[in-house]
């Protein structure tokens, strides 16, 4: 893959966007782009094996309950960053990262990056940034999760989901990542009835409609103003 734009793809990520270009040099020069189509990237117990950034494609993170159940979902566009945590503090990573469909990753190797960090203090700290970065989005999410209604929790993740993942078309902005109803459930915390519920309102509303694996926003500045409500459960 060309440097030029390998770099420009990994600059829609604000950290890597940060970094001092001596940094961001070193990342894209010891790293290497790998192909990963449909397949397992690395599983919930696997040993750390240093940081991957997604190019294309789509990435899910999953993490599954005791009883085998999905408990938690999330996926990545391009630009973001996975492991950065078992990287750094050497721990097993949590939860599943798989590649659905043709995905391209960028792998700084755990060998590779231990050797930058150890170059400078500075470097160590950029990617200790990342983690604090990381940090900071999961607590708000975790604040969301709690206190927005529902439908409000669907807005802003089909927002999220439309501003990164969504194709324009004459009938709306499609959201086309095989994404089902249980998948929506789990990514806002809610059960199979809720979310069906949720998606005939707006279905209703005119606002959006879900077929089997898609979702297709009509109305693209209600589903952003839903997002943004700061109603909370009583």
Known sequence: MNKAVLKAVLRKNKW????????????IRLGRVRNVDNSLIYSASDSRDGLVALISGQVRLTSFSLSGNPSFLLITSPGSWIGVTSALDGRPYGYDAFAIGKSVVFHLSQE?????????NEYYSAFVRMVCDHLRVSIQNL????NRRPLHRLA???WRLAERHGRPTKKG??????LSQEDLAVMIGVGRQTINRLLKSLEQDGIATAKYTSVTIHNLAAIERLSLSEAVDS
């Open 16 to 27: 890597f966007a940060g970094l001092s270009p001596s940094l961001a040099d070193s990342i």
């Open 112 to 120: 590779r990056l231990d050797a930058l960090i150890n170059e400078s």
């Open 143 to 146: 604040i969301v999760l709690r």
């Open 156 to 158: 802003q993740e089909l």
């Open 173 to 178: 902005v499609v959201i086309d990542l095989r």
